[in-house]
């Protein structure tokens, strides 16, 4: 009688154990087919862009501006030029304030009210829509001049470049051993060269990161160029006028409805892409190279 | 997002300032004590007070940028919040010709597009972080890691040139055809499908929001003390059964975080969105029609509105997603903070 049961018991426990390890086995076989099926997309866009850009692209995209429509031919000189003109504005801008910032918060706001809330308030900024800060750059810079610019283009990139860079700027700065900030004061440096000498230098390199990642970031950005920089079919470099930016001529292209446009558009997003990748790429030799690991 | 410390995250500890305890004055109040008279005494005070001053000026600029942006989206709305008030929002015509103005088939086509995007990439993001964090062989962990991150650095416009060579002509031909047979019944997927639509666009949002749910839901199960892992596994749970009661149980409230903040991505999310959704002001249960969102209706009508009163209701409703990606975004942060300051203060 208690043997019978016994046996029960044992073959529940059998058939529980078959259940845990089958859920075990169906949970790891998920997380394996989600992970392919995710990198999926990703071999197609990247794919795509490779076999469609690269057939497109050749030397006329580089030196010649826009064809009209119908003609073939033509390029995106003025519009990689204006990007770059951008970007350099943008980076100019965005890059001091936001080490500055980070500055602020890792060498004196550390554990303090005013720097938790510096800290969120960039936390918060980051998420800001990029169309909302183009409607801002446009209402304060374009509404007040009553045309187009190059320059509120510049300067809203420049503002969604500073979150980033600050909390990287921030969480490079902590790694710095406080011993090394102690030696410098030590030897009767102020802090500021303290600062901008010893801190700043010994986490240049995740600093250099976290800029290129902010670069890269607005690189690509299109919405807040729309009535900001608004776009240019000729080459200038005006900062005062209409100017063309790459993603935005991307833009342009793709919803137009000819075919010549949507090849130059492919061309165009793959000379995008390769900026973009050639700076995250940059980004890692910088970042694995020279930096501070566990120094502590 | 693809930050650099992430992965290093939990390696950074955070100096923490000696503590003046009665115990050990002496080894960890002294440092302090020296800083600050060397620093009373250093040579460079007025420097010192005039870089500290220049530092302080670019962080509270970050409040000042955030200020600004409200002052300008409130002031120049105001025409329009005073021409309609809170009827803004439920109205459902959007007649530039007549000005009348309501935005609600832009919110519905905001929500539903970003909510299904959520539900396509959350359980994905959630099953590729588990298996990068435990079921990856090492040598292949890494390359993933950065072939995912790397959706992170594609641009919005080139997700959205994709899309509407290649995406949207499977969503026609493939899988809407499949979607309209099973689930036909169901009221969301109904012919005529043209491949532009909500559908598409959520699709497109899910692959855009995935690398920022999956790295930092990676970031919030990693925190989870190897303790409580091995406690779980001694009890002779298997892997799953440890994943769930230790890893995903503990860091749930930074998963939610995570999630929240992709949510909040996709809700202000531009350019890929507008080139597949169809831009049509509908509100429609079906999932295969267009549809057309907050951003997407400032990006396609704003360098061209005529009038002021238009302009207005265009900048209104830039202020209407600013606030709500403001809320959105400051709860996934709390959330994402509370977990990960409390795993500091356990290694500390």
Redesign the interface.
Known sequence: MSGTRTTRTANMNRLHELRRSAVNHFVTGLAVFSTVLVLVPLVAIVGYLLYKGASSLNLAFFIHVPAPVGEPGGGMANAIMGSAVILALASSIGIPIGIAAGVYLAEYGRGRHLGNLVRFTADVLNGVPSIVMGIAAYSLIVAKQHHFSGFAGGVALAIMMVPTITRTTEEMLATVPHAIREAALGLGIPKWRTVLSISLRTASPGIITGCMLAFARVAGETAPLLFTAFGNQFTSFDMTQPIAALPLQIYVYAVSPYDEWHRLAWAGALVLIAMIMGAVTLVRIFSNRGALQGGH | ?????LDKLP?????V?PQPSAADAAPSAA?SA??LF??QR????W??G???G??????????A??A??VF??V??SQLSIHAFGFKFFKGTSWDPVSGDFGALPFIYGTVVSSLLAVAIAV??SL??A???LD??PRPLRSP?AF??E??A??????????A???LVPIMRDNVGPILEKYLGWTGFFVEPNFGVGMLTAGVILA?MI?PIISSISRDVMKAVPIAQREAALALGA????M?RMSVLRNSRLGIVGAII?GL??A?????AVT?VIGNHPDILKNLFAPGYTL?SV??NE??EASGDLYLSA??EI?LA??LV??V???I??LLVWAVTRGESAGHA
């Open positions: 997002m693809m930050q650099p410390g390696e950074i500890t955070v100096p300032e440092p020296i800083r060397l620093q250093s040579a460079g005070r420097a010192d005039a870089f500290r220049l530092m302080m000026l670019c962080a509270f600029s970050i409040f940028i955030v600004l942006i300008v989206l002031k120049n359980p994905l099953c590729v588990i298996f990068l079921i990856c993933i072939l995912t790397l959706l650095a594609i641009p919005s416009v080139v997700y959205g040139l994709w509407v060579f290649i692959i995935f298997t892997r799953w059964e994943l903040l909040g991505r809700l202000g999310e531009t350019m080139m951003a400032i990006a704003f360098s265009l900048i830039g997603l600013f990606t403001i959105v975004n400051a996934a942060r």
